[in-house]
């Protein structure tokens, strides 16, 4: 199965650097069909407009507060220029507007800070059901 790219957006590296780990630890176990991503990382709105542009992941897992912008609206943004990611909201704000809001406009999944690797592995499976369709 060819490798997919996964855009890694937050402010707090740590947290990044957490998702990260989650999700090569998943694909090492086999209990998803990737064997591997490439991964890229932000910690603004605006790097990371850059680099989902410049790479058209396949899947995002994206902050809901940055810096210099609303997750909400980038996620906007990245479902305009690439309808069919896969966005995968990762908040610690998790407040039912948020919730709702993020859904509508078009993430696939939301993920409530913090997060365990089960709820990483369960968006994973999401995104491979997804591909699949």
Not at 70 to 93: I, N, R, T, Y
Request: net charge positive.
């Amino acid at each position: 199965m060819a490798e997919q790219k996964v855009l890694l957006v937050d402010d707090v590296d740590y947290t990044r650097q957490l998702l990260r780990n989650n999700i090569m630890a998943i694909c090492q176990s086999g209990k998803v069909k990737y064997k591997s991503f490439t991964f890229f990382n932000a910690s603004k709105a605006s790097a990371a407009m850059d680099l989902f542009s410049l790479q058209l992941p396949g899947i995002v897992f994206l902050d809901i507060e940055l810096p210099d912008a609303s997750g909400l609206e980038l996620l906007k943004k990245f479902k305009a220029l690439k309808p069919d990611c896969f966005v995968v909201m990762v908040s610690g704000v998790s407040t039912l507007d948020n919730v709702k809001q993020s859904i509508a406009d078009g993430a696939a999944s939301f993920i409530v800070k913090p997060f365990t690797g089960d709820k990483i592995l369960a968006a994973l499976r999401l995104y491979e059901r997804y591909k699949e369709s």
